[in-house]
């Protein structure tokens, strides 16, 4: 990982390809990376890093399907049942919360980028400009709704009782000490609601669907913050199958490839950080999340 730091998750809203395998490609567990077909699942199939890494992989005698997803509660549980071999599409945040709430244990084998989050609004050009009592947008999934929360704060629009952590909600907003009122909506619903808001933190990969450029933001996280760790977005796969070489490999090829790394950065509309995390910081880092959400879960 470039230790450089800033925060989370680059997810998109895009169709549902239907007739998964019911079964694990033959990759999993190890294989002849030349006749496996690995599966890998992803939320923005479209985005040209995919095309880049599908021709990187081929040249290296890896055949890759990239299977696409609509929303972030769909390729954790395909990868554990074993309809696909590995996913990237999350943070550590949020695939520690899958594991806790599910009790599996899918993990970490490499990093990819780190994103901003952004708060836009077409109603107004700057978080100065936003009335008091104005309703702001949230993602409503409990990772995203965290950071969100952190950059509404950083922005002086609300108070955070507990100061701010990656287990914030909507009710920890310390409403008499905040400039404006805070609503929970699902991901992709926050760019079309604009109108009908003050402003919304927007997740990455909604940006340019919702017709917005990444310039527009009138706040995000700060990227340097010592704390990003747990924002990475990472390829995860079962723990069984953390070792497998041809898994490893195409972790390689993605963060070493030149024409797959620079559509990364452009599908992100130059925003994406890549990154080349050491797994045991992924892992130690996922363990910790992993404690932190069981105590905070009670």
Same mark, same amino acid.
């Given at each position: 990982?470039?230790?450089?730091?800033?925060?989370?998750?680059?997810?998109?809203?895009?169709?549902?390809?239907?007739?998964?395998?019911?079964?694990?490609?033959?990759?999993?567990?190890?294989?002849? #990376?030349?006749?496996?077909?690995?599966?890998?699942?992803?939320? +923005?199939?479209?985005?040209?890093?995919?095309?880049?890494?599908?021709?990187?992989?081929?040249?290296? +005698?890896? %055949?890759?399907?990239?299977?696409?997803?609509?929303?972030?509660?769909?390729?954790?549980?395909?990868?554990?049942?074993?309809?696909?071999?590995?996913?990237?599409?999350?943070?550590?945040?949020?695939?520690?919360?899958?594991?806790?709430?599910?009790?599996?244990?899918?993990?970490?084998?490499?990093? %990819?980028?780190?994103?901003?989050?952004?708060?836009?609004?077409?109603?107004?050009?700057?978080?100065?400009?936003?009335?008091? +009592?104005?309703?702001?947008?949230?993602?409503?999934?409990?990772?995203?709704?965290?950071?969100?929360?952190?950059?509404?704060?950083? #922005?002086? *629009?609300?108070?955070?009782?507990?100061?701010?952590?990656?287990?914030?909600?909507?009710?920890?907003?310390?409403?008499?000490?905040?400039?404006?009122?805070? %609503?929970?909506?699902?991901?992709?619903?926050?760019?079309?609601?604009?109108?009908?808001?003050?402003?919304?933190?927007?997740?990455?990969?909604?940006?340019?669907?919702?017709? *917005?450029?990444?310039?527009?933001?009138?706040?995000?996280?700060?990227?340097?913050?010592?704390?990003?760790?747990?924002?990475?977005?990472?390829?995860?796969?079962?723990?069984?199958?953390?070792?497998?070489?041809?898994?490893?490999?195409?972790?390689?090829?993605?963060?070493?490839?030149?024409?797959?790394?620079?559509?990364?950065?452009?599908?992100? +509309?130059? %925003?994406?950080?890549?990154?080349?995390?050491?797994?045991?910081?992924?892992?130690?880092?996922?363990?910790?999340?992993?404690?932190?959400?069981?105590? #905070?879960?009670?």
């Amino acid at each position: 990982m470039s230790h450089r730091t800033k925060l989370i998750t680059a997810l998109a809203a895009v169709p549902l390809l239907v007739g998964l395998a019911a079964c694990a490609s033959p990759a999993s567990g190890g294989g002849d #990376a030349a006749n496996d077909v690995v599966k890998i699942g992803v939320v +923005g199939a479209g985005d040209s890093q995919w095309a880049a890494f599908e021709e990187a992989a081929a040249d290296e +005698g890896i %055949t890759i399907e990239v299977v696409d997803f609509s929303d972030y509660a769909q390729p954790n549980p395909a990868t554990t049942e074993g309809e696909l071999d590995l996913n990237q599409f999350q943070h550590i945040v949020y695939l520690a919360d899958y594991n806790v709430s599910s009790g599996e244990d899918l993990t970490p084998i490499g990093s %990819t980028a780190i994103y901003p989050l952004g708060l836009y609004s077409t109603k107004y050009d700057s978080v100065k400009d936003i009335p008091k +009592g104005e309703t702001v947008a949230v993602p409503n999934d409990a990772s995203n709704q965290a950071r969100a929360l952190l950059v509404l704060q950083s #922005a002086g *629009l609300i108070e955070l009782k507990s100061g701010g952590t990656i287990f914030s909600d909507l009710a920890d907003i310390d409403e008499s000490a905040s400039k404006v009122k805070v %609503t929970a909506l699902e991901a992709s619903l926050t760019p079309t609601s604009l109108p009908d808001l003050a402003a919304a933190v927007i997740n990455n990969d909604f940006v340019e669907d919702a017709g *917005l450029s990444f310039a527009d933001a009138i706040a995000q996280d700060d990227p340097s913050d010592p704390n990003a760790l747990p924002y990475v977005n990472v390829f995860a796969t079962r723990a069984e199958d953390k070792d497998n070489e041809t898994y490893l490999k195409l972790v390689e090829i993605f963060q070493s490839d030149a024409a797959v790394q620079a559509a990364l950065v452009e599908d992100s +509309g130059d %925003t994406a950080v890549p990154v080349q995390t050491p797994v045991a910081d992924l892992v130690d880092s996922l363990t910790k999340v992993e404690a932190d959400t069981k105590a #905070a879960k009670g």
